[in-house]
């Protein structure tokens, strides 16, 4: 990145739409609102209006590749968002200036292949190669078509997103996002996230305007966005829907008029976010409560020597988390555990990862990852709820709100810093986030709300600022068990969490 630009630069390789609702129109507005600095090398100059498309006007490759070459040294790119190419001479070009990445510098690209204009018309001069399509589609790290596109890429030519992905996989994809559209005749929309084996989708209540010119280059500008600033695909995903729909609410109500999208400020507002798809949460009922809804310190340990030291300093839930032991070891453990919780009745002890085994000594809970979660079949999943209390790990607003729907005893976000502890790369949360999370909170449930834990990397001094954010409770390895007085360090702690 530039040290002179405070902002990380996103490239847009779009058409200009004259009408000033798609193309690289609607990408520097969304770009700008979400905190990017903007190039634009433009590859068309359309004649459009909310009607109709009158004529492309493509830009020469010449242009293009000296506009390329100003930039890189200068302006170099994050993310570069590909919208619009005009001729095979372009996407040609384009491809051979995207191998000549080396993976070590490669920006995050993001591939919206625009092939028909929403106002109608083809939004390329001649009929783009689909093989030179299909060869643009390795080099990038996520495609955003249309349903239209999406079956003409894949060349299923069907609407079943399951085939489509498989197909564009096997010809080199990485990630595909298919939006619903909040044009279609359905009172909801389901957008479908696919990279490697993984497949989620979204539900958002659709929108009743005809606006709507320009939503496409704006979800794919508004995901490039957002990859750049370091969130996950799945975050990138969800926060990109959320714009999207805060978008559509701006919008006229039941107006025939095809108006263009009005770019929103950054989504915080609970309400436009969408509702995750999660087909084992359904109609399950919510797990037992736990006895306060705010819970201070949350020590996790890895041995019941730690349990015996801590569970007489007056903590209200602890956590035994083994790792590496064999089923003889862990029985052993996990049955002294709970054994001994039984003199320090308000004390919750929760059990990590081995739920079958909490069940059947008895534990308090059990604490479970995404993983476990995603490991465990509904019976199962229905089975700790029937026996257990359940608090869930969760990294970032993808699976924060999934996880809600599953609604457990307890939820946990991390990690808020970076940890020796455990790798959690690419997952840092920081404070800002984890204060945005905190408003993503259901509402009340029978007086009290859904506990929520933040963890990883907080030391006493870092404990401050997370308190400030609303959590109920801080969650610590390393600050304890590595303290050199132990006793000081949980007296310290409580106290600075005693009182909300
Ligand atoms: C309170 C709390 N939060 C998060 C975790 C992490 O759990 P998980 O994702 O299952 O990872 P491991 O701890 O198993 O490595 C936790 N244990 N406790
Ligand atoms: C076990 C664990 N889970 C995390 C998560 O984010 O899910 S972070 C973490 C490590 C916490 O240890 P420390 O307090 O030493 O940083
Ligand atoms: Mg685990």
Request: proline letters at 4%; one cysteine or more; aromatic letters at 8%.
């Amino acid at each position: 990145m530039n040290p002179f630009s405070p902002r990380p630069v996103l490239w847009t390789i779009a058409g200009s739409d004259c009408s000033g609702g798609a193309g690289i129109q609607a990408d520097i507005k969304t770009a700008h609102i979400l905190g990017m600095e903007v190039c634009s090398l433009i590859t068309a100059n359309t004649v459009q209006n909310s009607m109709q498309l009158f004529s492309i006007n493509p830009v020469e490759v010449d242009t293009l590749e000296q506009q390329f070459d100003a930039l890189l040294s200068d302006k170099t790119p994050a993310a570069i968002k590909i919208g619009m190419l005009a001729d095979n001479r372009q996407l040609r070009w384009l491809i051979g200036r995207l191998r000549q990445f080396a993976p070590s510098n490669k920006p995050i690209i993001v591939l919206d292949p625009v092939i028909k204009a929403s106002v109608g018309g083809d939004l390329s001069q001649e009929a783009l190669d689909i093989s030179l399509l299909q060869q643009l589609m390795t080099l990038v790290d996520l495609i955003t078509p249309n349903w239209s596109e999406a079956q003409y890429l894949s060349e299923t030519h069907q609407k079943d997103p399951e085939r489509c992905w498989q197909s564009l996989q096997q010809f080199g994809a990485q990630a595909l996002i298919i939006s619903g559209g909040h044009g279609d005749d359905t009172d909801v929309v389901i957008d479908h996230c696919f990279f490697a084996e993984q497949h989620l989708q979204l539900q958002s209540t659709k929108a009743q305007t005809a606006y709507g010119h320009g939503s496409g280059c704006t979800l794919s500008t508004a995901l490039a966005c957002f990859l750049a600033q370091g969130y996950l695909l799945r975050d990138a995903f969800i926060h990109a829907q959320a714009f999207i729909n805060k978008a559509f609410s701006l919008c006229p109500d039941n107006s025939d008029y095809y108006g263009s999208l009005i770019q929103p400020s950054w989504p915080v507002e609970k309400t436009f976010y969408p509702r995750v798809i999660n087909p084992k949460a359904e109609n399950l009922p919510a797990f037992a409560r736990l006895e306060h809804q705010y819970l201070g310190l949350y020590p996790v340990v890895d041995s019941v020597a730690w349990l015996e030291k801590l569970m007489p300093l007056g903590i209200k839930i602890i956590q035994l988390r083994l790792k590496n032991k064999t089923t003889a070891e862990l029985k052993q453990a996990i049955k002294q555990a709970v054994q001994l919780s039984k003199a320090y009745p308000q004390c919750q002890l929760f059990i990590n990862d081995y739920w079958q085994l909490a069940i059947e000594y008895g534990a308090f809970g059990v604490h479970l990852g995404q993983e476990d979660l995603q490991a465990l079949s509904r019976d199962e999943l229905h089975k700790i709820q029937q026996s257990i209390r359940l608090g869930i790990s969760t990294h970032g607003a993808y699976e924060f709100i999934l996880a809600q729907q599953i609604q457990p005893s307890y939820l946990a976000i991390g990690a808020i810093f970076p940890t020796q502890t455990k790798d959690m790369t690419g997952q840092i949360q920081g404070i800002e986030n984890l204060r945005h999370l905190m408003t993503l909170r259901d509402q009340k449930r029978d007086q009290q709300q859904l506990p929520v834990v933040a963890i990883g990397g907080i030391s006493l001094q870092r404990a401050a600022s997370v308190k400030q954010t609303g959590v109920d409770s801080i969650a610590v390895v390393t600050a304890i068990t590595k303290a050199d007085d132990f006793k000081k360090a949980v007296t310290d702690f409580q106290q600075l969490l005693t009182v909300k």
